[in-house]
């Protein structure tokens, strides 16, 4: 298939424009694709761009993700803050990666005036350092396969297809390690934190993160057409690696009311919920990890226990923020309590048709006279000039 790109009017870039039976597919094997066509080098170099634009809009969220709960743990008790980012290295090692982002050392910094915590540049890297002189290594995550990149557009330009389809992979795999790095560390801390301070407070830290970072976001959403959401967020979940083999695949199924989009697994919850497919570690509410489930019911988790707190966020952003800021869930999740099986979120046309049970379930009531007005859903075939 030959991949169609256009211009998205609210993110002001080009982003993969098929029907939705393409954007089923991942954009590294469209990119694949288009190298081993080798008939339009062009083509094939902006759609390794989108593929890898799909990865890096991920990489931001995360770190203003991390970089928040970093001042804030360590606003309340910078010694835990720093014991946490300890205990992240240590576990961030079982995947291959040795280091913590130099990104989020400015947020670390932030705590170091009061609590002797600083950065020190060396011949040998970065590091972080305690005033007891204990060190946590850094590197530049969002440098990942910049080199395999460099040679893989050089290859694409120069026509190399066989070459540029090793560094592709090469490249696919080398983004691995660090795209899984950043929800391991969440649901770790999640976990630590449920440990530490108990799950309510836990729980109250990510409603509270979502509040400084999703309102934004979460209050644009009723001017932006429904379908356009929806490639938005697919769009990021073939960056998340989803699907068989973690290679960004997805379903999207679309009804009268509603469309939903699955994946078996999602590349964050969905993959930690399982053992690894490609570096074979256990799933991480498993041993050794052991890494953390609602041992109560809450709206966060959708009045379930054994939820795991990684995928509290679900219910906790689109869901009950969404709620509490526009009336109704931008979507909602289809969670199943089978670690094997996939999730879903359905995207409603209307957020009149949401049936009243997805409110009940996050604690909301259901009231039309909330309902931002949402823009009117567009023809959904994106290709359409009607």
Same mark, same amino acid.
């Given at each position: 298939?030959?991949?169609?790109?256009?211009? #998205?009017?609210?993110?002001?870039?080009?982003?993969? /424009?098929?029907?939705?039976?393409?954007?089923?597919?991942?954009?590294?094997?469209? !990119?694949? #694709?288009?190298?081993?066509?080798?008939?339009?080098?062009?083509?094939?170099?902006?759609?390794?761009?989108?593929?890898?634009?799909?990865?890096?809009?991920?990489?931001?969220?995360?770190?203003?993700?991390?970089?928040?709960?970093?001042?804030?743990i360590g606003r309340r008790?910078?010694?835990?803050?720093?014991?946490?980012?300890?205990?992240?290295?240590?576990?961030?090692?079982?995947?291959?990666?040795?280091?913590?982002?130099?990104?989020?050392?400015?947020?670390?910094?932030?705590?170091?005036?009061?609590? /002797?915590?600083?950065?020190?540049?060396g011949p040998e890297g970065?590091?972080?350092?305690?005033?007891?002189?204990?060190?946590?290594?850094?590197?530049?995550?969002?440098? %990942?396969?910049?080199?395999?990149?460099?040679?893989?557009?050089?290859?694409?330009?120069?026509?190399?297809?066989?070459?540029?389809?090793?560094?592709?992979?090469?490249?696919?795999?080398?983004?691995?390690?660090?795209?899984? !790095?950043?929800? #391991?560390?969440?649901?770790?801390?999640?976990?630590?934190?449920?440990?530490?301070?108990?799950?309510?407070?836990?729980?109250?830290?990510?409603?509270?993160?979502?509040?400084?970072?999703?309102?934004?976001?979460?209050? !644009?959403?009723?001017?932006?057409?429904?379908?356009?959401? %929806?490639?938005?967020? %697919?769009?990021?979940?073939? /960056?998340?690696?989803?699907?068989?083999?973690?290679?960004?695949?997805?379903?999207?199924?679309?009804?009268?009311?509603?469309?939903?989009?699955?994946?078996?697994?999602c590349g964050s919850g969905?993959?930690?919920? $399982?053992?690894?497919?490609?570096?074979?570690?256990?799933?991480?509410?498993?041993?050794?990890?052991?890494?953390?489930?609602?041992?109560?019911?809450?709206?966060?988790?959708?009045?379930?226990?054994?939820?795991?707190?990684?995928?509290?966020?679900? !219910?906790?952003?689109?869901?009950?923020?969404?709620?509490?800021?526009?009336?109704?869930?931008?979507?909602?999740?289809?969670? #199943?309590?089978?670690?094997?099986?996939?999730?879903?979120?359905?995207?409603?046309?209307?957020?009149?048709?949401?049936?009243?049970?997805?409110?009940?379930?996050?604690?909301?009531?259901?009231?039309?006279? $909330?309902?931002?007005?949402?823009?009117?859903?567009?023809?959904?075939?994106?290709?359409?000039?009607?």
């Amino acid at each position: 298939m030959t991949t169609q790109l256009r211009l #998205d009017p609210f993110l002001k870039r080009n982003m993969r /424009g098929e029907d939705w039976e393409g954007q089923q597919r991942s954009s590294f094997l469209e !990119a694949a #694709d288009a190298i081993r066509r080798n008939e339009n080098r062009a083509a094939a170099a902006e759609m390794v761009e989108v593929y890898l634009w799909e990865m890096q809009w991920l990489y931001g969220g995360y770190l203003a993700w991390v970089k928040d709960w970093i001042v804030e743990i360590g606003r309340r008790d910078p010694q835990r803050c720093w014991d946490y980012l300890v205990r992240a290295h240590r576990h961030l090692r079982h995947l291959n990666v040795d280091t913590l982002p130099v990104e989020v050392a400015d947020a670390v910094c932030s705590l170091a005036s009061d609590h /002797g915590i600083g950065l020190e540049n060396g011949p040998e890297g970065s590091i972080l350092r305690n005033r007891e002189r204990l060190s946590i290594p850094l590197s530049a995550w969002l440098d %990942v396969g910049s080199a395999t990149l460099a040679r893989l557009r050089q290859q694409i330009a120069s026509g190399e297809a066989a070459a540029a389809l090793t560094s592709l992979e090469q490249l696919h795999a080398e983004h691995k390690p660090v795209h899984d !790095a950043y929800s #391991d560390w969440l649901w770790l801390w999640m976990t630590l934190l449920a440990h530490d301070w108990g799950e309510e407070q836990m729980i109250d830290l990510i409603a509270s993160s979502g509040d400084r970072l999703r309102t934004a976001g979460l209050k !644009a959403l009723p001017a932006i057409p429904v379908a356009d959401q %929806v490639r938005h967020m %697919v769009a990021a979940m073939r /960056g998340h690696r989803s699907g068989p083999g973690e290679l960004g695949n997805v379903r999207i199924v679309e009804d009268e009311e509603k469309f939903t989009v699955s994946f078996d697994a999602c590349g964050s919850g969905g993959r930690m919920r $399982r053992r690894g497919g490609i570096d074979g570690l256990p799933a991480r509410q498993d041993a050794p990890f052991h890494f953390g489930v609602t041992q109560k019911a809450h709206p966060m988790s959708w009045g379930k226990t054994g939820v795991p707190y990684y995928c509290l966020h679900c !219910a906790a952003y689109a869901e009950m923020q969404s709620t509490d800021l526009i009336g109704y869930p931008s979507r909602v999740t289809l969670f #199943d309590p089978d670690g094997g099986k996939p999730c879903a979120w359905s995207f409603y046309k209307r957020p009149e048709d949401i049936p009243e049970h997805f409110f009940d379930r996050i604690g909301k009531t259901r009231d039309p006279s $909330r309902f931002a007005r949402a823009a009117p859903v567009q023809n959904q075939d994106p290709n359409s000039k009607s």
